[in-house]
């Protein structure tokens, strides 16, 4: 593993979880390992064993924006009165996650953020390379402002993963095109950086069960051209960050994104963004949302609630 760069340890935005993980993620960490190992993330691939039944105190309604499945999550007794909704974009590498694993975690985030929840999906590569991503993304955004009535201010952008990745990206257009930027963001993992080219993206290999062949460039190849790939609406590290809404980062000790979430959280702090950072040890990469049951998740929403007040 690489080592954590004691300056981010010892940050004001660090709030680090380093003893041993809880029972349930020692017993479900073995079967994501097991199953990462036998079928590497792939285009299109389906996450086995996902239920994106609508829970019976939740009610959904799709939509199709820009060509893309959409789907408002909300708790009618509960969201009645709310202005806010969270924007959920679903990860997956920009190769994968649409349909059940996008409709499953917004679920959960729905069920655990006591707050109604919009689930974007967007065209995935290999069929299309970057920005279409963004461009859908965006889309979805520019539908919730300008056909149904949101304000900017009242929509937390909640992304894992190449979501968290996305969700930055976002905000980065909306300021480069002089728009008016979210209320919040909640970032789980995300990649900040196309070119994988911090520490532990090739030191934590060894460590990180989802990944074990690591994250290389091959991948952003098929997501993005070259020439793209230090583009801040690819790579938000390479931004002016300015100006940025509020951002809750969480991140897993031993994951090869880990470096991304630390050296974002420090460049948004120097920015004067407000930052606050979760990091785990013994759980994997982007786990919250995929198994909201076990404790360290209960933890993360609990810390987003609060955050988000």
Not at 131 to 144: E, F, N, Q, R, T
Not at 232 to 238: C, M, R, T
Request: proline share 6%.
């Amino acid at each position: 593993m690489a080592k954590v760069e004691q300056r981010f340890l010892d940050a004001s935005w660090m709030m680090h979880v380093s003893g041993e993980p809880s029972k349930e993620v020692q017993q479900i960490g073995p079967i994501y390992k097991e199953m990462m190992a036998k079928a590497p993330i792939a285009p299109g691939m389906e996450m086995e064993g996902i239920d994106d039944s609508t829970p019976a105190n939740l009610k959904r309604e799709d939509v199709q924006v820009a060509s893309q499945n959409c789907y408002f999550y909300s708790d009618p007794a509960r969201d009645k009165d709310t202005k806010r909704l969270v924007f959920y974009i679903h990860g997956g590498a920009l190769i994968m996650g649409n349909g059940k694993l996008a409709r499953s975690q917004g679920i959960a985030a729905c069920n655990n953020l006591n707050l109604p929840v919009f689930v974007v999906e967007y065209r995935l590569s290999p069929q299309v390379k970057f920005p279409a991503h963004l461009d859908d993304v965006y889309a979805s955004w520019k539908y919730l402002i300008e056909e149904k009535g949101y304000k900017a201010e009242d929509l937390i952008v909640l992304g894992d993963s190449a979501g968290g990745q996305l969700a930055l990206d976002l905000t980065v257009r909306l300021k480069l095109r002089g728009e008016k930027l979210p209320g919040y963001l909640l970032l789980c993992s995300p990649c900040t950086n196309a070119n994988y080219s911090f520490p532990a993206h090739k030191d934590n290999i060894p460590t990180d069960i989802l990944f074990p062949n690591g994250l290389t460039t091959q991948l952003t190849a098929m997501c993005a051209d070259e020439k793209d790939w230090s583009n801040p609406e690819l790579s938000a590290y390479f931004a002016d960050v300015s100006g940025f809404p509020p951002a809750y980062f969480v991140t897993e000790d031993e994951e090869v994104l880990r470096d991304d979430t630390l050296y974002m959280a420090d460049k948004l702090d120097k920015a004067g963004v407000k930052v606050l950072v979760r990091m785990f040890h013994g759980t994997w990469h982007d786990f919250a949302l995929g198994v909201p049951q076990v404790p360290e998740a209960q933890l993360m929403f609990k810390d987003m609630r609060e955050f988000i007040k």
